[in-house]
């Protein structure tokens, strides 16, 4: 297991705690006893690389969550404070009755505009035109449709994570 050091911070802010637990699920999964016998019999009779087991070197996340904007851009003017950024954040579009995603989005990147931040929603109240035209160059941000598929989280959150392993200030 690695060292909280190497593991990518992560932030969601969702109204939902089923959707906070999903995120949980996915990014931090409990170890399952017996795995590393599984996995060496996996890659006895299927090779080292497997397409069920992960590997040793992939990114681990730290897993924060904020339940409305607000408390989402508190969590991180005190993470950039203490020195440990989000390398991500997660966002729904809709979170009565606070700000929605838009809103808080635009306070986010005041404080930490390297920050990528995927939209998550059932629901999109902009399209990526308008979001275009307020924001610019969307490089930073991805859309996540609910529900979502657990691999496709996963995928979006080590490419973005990774992403800011050359940036100085991630």
């Not at 990518?8 to 990014?27: A, K, Y």
């Not at 003017?77 to 929605?100: C, I, S």
Request: glycine share 8%; charged share 30%.
């Amino acid at each position: 297991m690695s060292n909280p050091e190497s593991k990518r911070r992560v932030l969601v802010i969702d109204d939902s705690e089923s959707i906070h637990r999903d995120f949980r699920r996915v990014l931090c999964p409990e170890p399952i006893k017996g795995r590393d016998e599984l996995d060496m019999l996996e890659g006895a009779l299927f090779g080292e690389e497997s397409a069920s087991g992960s590997s040793p070197t992939e990114l681990e996340f730290e897993l924060d969550s904020a339940f409305q904007g607000e408390e989402g851009l508190a969590k991180v003017e005190q993470a950039l404070a203490g020195g440990k950024p989000y390398a991500v954040t997660f966002l729904d579009y809709r979170m009565p009755p606070g700000w929605n995603g838009v809103q808080t989005l635009r306070h986010l990147w005041k404080v930490d505009p390297s920050m990528p931040v995927v939209f998550c929603s059932a629901y999109s109240d902009y399209s990526w035109e308008e979001l275009r035209r307020e924001f610019g160059e969307l490089h930073r941000l991805v859309e996540l449709k609910k529900p979502f598929n657990g691999r496709e989280l996963r995928r979006l959150a080590l490419e973005l994570a990774g992403m800011q392993d050359g940036a100085a200030t991630h």
